[in-house]
């Protein structure tokens, strides 16, 4: 699939990378239907970050449910959603404090479009897929829009 991707300096790319796989059972495959630009994209992409390339870019972004693993149960293929930039568990006790800025079951800063800031790679939405783990907390569902 095509992911744009930050390289490093001033350079941005498209890449074709492989595409996400369902891995666990509480995942969803989401297909980005529209993505917006954050400031630290413009403060990305003009070299000025600091962060070092290469990545995925993209972290605000709404999209079309494509696929679900089995243990999702409030969403489906076709639903219409909103995919939170931070990846979190729904879970853990800062979670269930509606922290879930500082899940613990991620690594810290877990986030779409900004491998640097947490040391892995959850792809970006300016991708044709992303993975969405625990998507039946994570993903919010686009009200009145949803095609069920
Ligand atoms: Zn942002
Ligand atoms: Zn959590």
Not at 38 to 45: K, S, T
Not at 76 to 92: E, H, K, M, R, T
Not at 120 to 130: N, P, Q, R
Request: glycine content about 12%; some cysteine.
């Amino acid at each position: 699939m095509r992911q744009l991707t930050y390289v490093g300096g001033s350079t941005i790319e498209w890449w074709d990378v492989p595409e996400p796989k369902l891995l666990h059972e509480g995942d969803a495959l989401v297909q980005p239907l529209a993505v917006t630009r954050c400031d630290i994209d413009l403060i990305i992409v003009s070299g000025k970050s600091g962060l070092p390339g290469p990545f995925a870019l993209g972290h605000e972004t709404a999209g079309r449910v494509v696929e679900v693993g089995s243990a999702v149960k409030n969403f489906a293929p076709g639903d219409l959603v909103i995919v939170p930039f931070q990846i979190s568990c729904g879970d853990c006790e800062r979670c269930r404090r509606g922290h879930t800025n500082a899940c613990t079951s991620v690594p810290f800063r877990s986030s779409y479009g900004l491998k640097p800031v947490c040391g892995v790679e959850y792809g970006g939405a300016l991708s044709d897929l992303l993975r969405v783990p625990f998507a039946d907390h994570m993903l919010v569902r686009q009200r009145g829009l949803s095609r069920r």
